[in-house]
């Protein structure tokens, strides 16, 4: 559609202003996403008690 | 529909790049490889995802500490020449743009920081965002000499966060680092004042040249000169005890004090006659000197880790 006049200057400053918003947010995502995958692998057993008796949650015998 | 309305001469419609110039990029980076040292050097282990968040949210900190410096000096930024360019006084970016990316930002790193590593260095980067903006920007900037000699602590901090964010504490190796940079910042600040003529007179800004006078501010810059030497030598022999350390600071001090002697034996004739380029020389080496010294610190920490110490002198 060779009909449409080019993009003014400050049109192309807005999309450029966009699009580095987006990269920005992206990698923000990325970035929380990957480091809940550390933190989870990290944080050593992620278990708590949820009402119902556990072998896991309960003291061994002759334990402290 | 008339292009006319689209005069891009008379349009304030920011790029990118504007944003990201009210973070002071320039700034962030001495604040970013601070920190990396300090997060490396010290005693514990963090994982490299966790730690260039870490990194990227104390660069940000000290962004968003950047944008709200400019969203308050908006007024003396567009007197003095060296700002005239920044986003707000080329009238890029509004105030309150600047005010409300720097409040978001600050939030938003200091929580992100205590969700990546801990609350002591989420703590100790909100201090240092209040300290750079409220004790320096606000307070010390328009009302005393000192300014920069107080207000310097804010750019010593990064270190001692990278430290915490390893090793959850403070710890007398992390306040050396920060010493290193409180005393380094009023040598390199004062003589950029010199050879910046009237820029802070012109702004009404206390600079030691504006209320002490230049002869007394070349005194001044060789006494904390000698102080910095005395600090970062006598350092080689205590927490911070690597050779590589204790050969860079012999050299970069001898470096620095030769430069700093050179700026108290001339007066302002002969600065003007060479256009100040003894100054501008100190100035540039006292950017070198920071990130050399700190290079030293991480080096003597990285052939520790190799087994490969050449020991301690302590």
Sequence with gaps: MSNFRPDHELH???????FGLLAVLIGFVALVFLLTVVKVQNGGKVEAFDHTARPSLTTPEGGQ | MSDTSFDSSQTTEASFGD??????PRVMSLV????????????????PIEGFAAILFIALGGGASGAL???????????????????IPAGKVTRDEAFAIGIALSCLSVIMLGLASNLVAAGLLAFTIFFYVVI????LKRSTPQNIVIGGAAGAFPPMIGWAVSTGGIS??????????????????????????????DAKVPMLTVTHGRRNTRIQIFAYTVLLAALSVGMSFTA????????TAVVLNLLFIKG???????NEEQAEGDNYAAERSFFKLSLLYLFLLFTAILADAVLVRMGISLGGWV
Aim: aromatic share 18%; glycine share 4%.
């Design chain 1, 12 to 18: 192309q400053r807005r999309r450029g202003r966009n």
């Design chain 2, 19 to 24: 944003y990201f110039a009210l973070l002071k």
């Design chain 2, 32 to 47: 970013v490889f601070t920190a990396l040292v300090g997060l490396l050097v010290a005693p514990g282990s963090v994982h």
């Design chain 2, 69 to 87: 410096n400019m969203w308050y000096d908006a007024d003396i930024d567009r007197i003095m020449k060296r700002t005239q360019k920044r986003p």
């Design chain 2, 136 to 139: 320096y920007t606000m307070w």
């Design chain 2, 172 to 201: 007398i190796e992390s306040i050396m680092m920060f010493a290193i940079t409180f005393f380094w910042t009023p040598p390199h600040f004062w003589a950029l004042a010199l050879f910046m003529k009237s820029d802070y007179s």
């Design chain 2, 240 to 247: 911070l005890n690597g050779p590589v350390f204790l050969a």
């Design chain 2, 260 to 266: 700093a002697w050179t700026i108290l034996r001339r």
